[in-house]
């Protein structure tokens, strides 16, 4: 089955009761049994749910697993990752990441007595200068949030195979219409499906997907245990917005190439950060690791001008100034304030996450429409 099918067929049947051709929501805590384990299946939603499980089973499909889970939110899918460690183990991750998982890992998980090293990995050989043996787990974001720097996952998972790590690559910027982290030799790909899964802004959710039994049974224990899940409403809502992904994202790209070229000419700009530009550190890699170059791009105001950036953001009228990104519609973000002021500022800074930086999550409107909304914020 081509991607294009899978969105829309992958994992599914139709629904045994009726032949309903969405799933239905089921909305029940329960399942009634006629006798003590004597059930169809289902025990306890946040153990099972069909709903779920037939979103589960579209994740699968579509990052070529085996084995699909989803959690109530992409830190909630994080957090199921780390508990698979333990006190004393490290974690070699990017240095560019989103904010809120920089939190996780640094204000929750070293309380536990996991050690973090961020690591820029444009440059792959880099890793193996953190590696000892308590290195566990091998945390990848590409593209990363909000830098857009491109990391080789295939190089990255050569390294981690040599030493026996896990590689876990947060595709939520790429999506598996771009990327298919499993397919270059990730253990675990992880989604924010709040974002360009979901598609329509409406949804906060989690994904995991896996090809490995174990390390699937390993995490659907601690799903269970834990219980970081969705809602059965939710899960549906994914399941629609899965169904469009491969014309969202590809109308993401058109919108976002345009956007990209017409800051990069804009005298009122500085930098722009883009996998689709040559000059784009890792450039050739974005192209062989992705289909295109997504849907989000980054920059700066000449001379890093905070107030220039601010009337930028203020003045945008189709683009709504909001977290999040991978919806339909257009959203701008600063992420030094928000989505990554999480992140101490000496820290943002080194990976250039200065405070004149917006970033864009390009949607699926009229491009003419909003270059032209661009092109007055900026002014
Ligand atoms: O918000 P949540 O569904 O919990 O997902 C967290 C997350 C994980 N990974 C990446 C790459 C993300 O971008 C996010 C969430 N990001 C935003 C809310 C944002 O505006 O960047």
New binding site residues.
């Given amino acids: 089955m081509k991607f294009n099918t899978k969105t829309i067929h992958g994992g599914q049947k139709h629904d045994a009761a009726y032949g309903s051709v969405m799933p239905p929501i089921y909305q029940t805590t329960t399942y009634a049994q006629t006798s003590p384990g004597n059930h169809k299946g289902y025990e306890y939603s946040r153990t099972h749910n069909p709903t779920r499980h037939a979103l589960e089973k579209s994740f699968a499909s579509l990052e070529n697993g085996n084995y699909g889970l989803a959690f109530g ?4 899918a ?1 957090d199921a990752i780390l508990k698979l460690l333990k006190p004393g183990d490290e974690v070699i991750s990017t240095n560019d990441l ?1 904010g ?2 920089y939190r996780l890992f640094t204000k929750v998980y070293e309380n536990f007595g996991i050690k973090f090293h961020f690591v820029g990995m444009l440059n792959v050989n880099n890793l193996e200068d953190y590696i000892t043996s308590k290195t566990k787990l091998v945390w990848v ?1 590409t593209p990363t ?1 909000p830098m857009m720097n491109i990391i080789d996952i295939k190089a990255v998972s050569e390294i981690s195979k040599k030493y026996n790590l896990l590689l876990a690559v ?1 595709n ?2 790429a999506t598996p219409y771009l990327q298919q982290p499993l397919e270059l030799g990730a253990d675990i790909v992880m989604h ?1 499906a ?2 360009y899964l979901g598609g329509h802004s409406d949804v ?3 994904a995991l997907v896996v090809k490995d039994k174990d390390l699937a049974n390993q995490l659907y224990f601690i799903q269970n245990a834990s219980g970081a899940i969705c809602g059965p409403q939710d899960a549906f809502l994914v399941l629609r917005g899965i169904k469009t992904l491969h014309v969202r994202m590809q109308r993401h790209c058109e919108n976002a190439s345009a956007i990209a070229a017409f800051l990069k000419s804009h005298p009122k700009i500085e930098n722009v950060y883009w996998p689709g530009f040559k000059n784009h550190p890792n450039h050739n890699i974005a192209k062989s690791q992705m289909k295109d170059f997504g849907g989000m791009v980054s920059f700066t105001t000449i001379g890093n001008n905070y107030k220039e950036a601010v009337k930028i953001v203020e003045n945008l009228k189709i683009f709504t100034l909001a ?3 991978g919806g339909v519609e257009s959203l701008a ?1 600063h992420p030094a304030s928000m ?1 990554h002021a999480s992140i101490p500022k000496s820290e943002r800074e080194k990976t250039g996450i200065v405070d004149s930086l917006i970033r864009l999550s390009v949607g699926i409107e009229n491009k003419a429409d909003l270059l032209a909304d661009i092109d007055q914020a900026i002014g």
């Fill in positions: 939110s992409g830190l909630a994080i989103y809120g998982t974001e949030n947060d939520t910027f924010s709040t974002k906060v959710m989690g977290e999040s990104l973000g989505t």
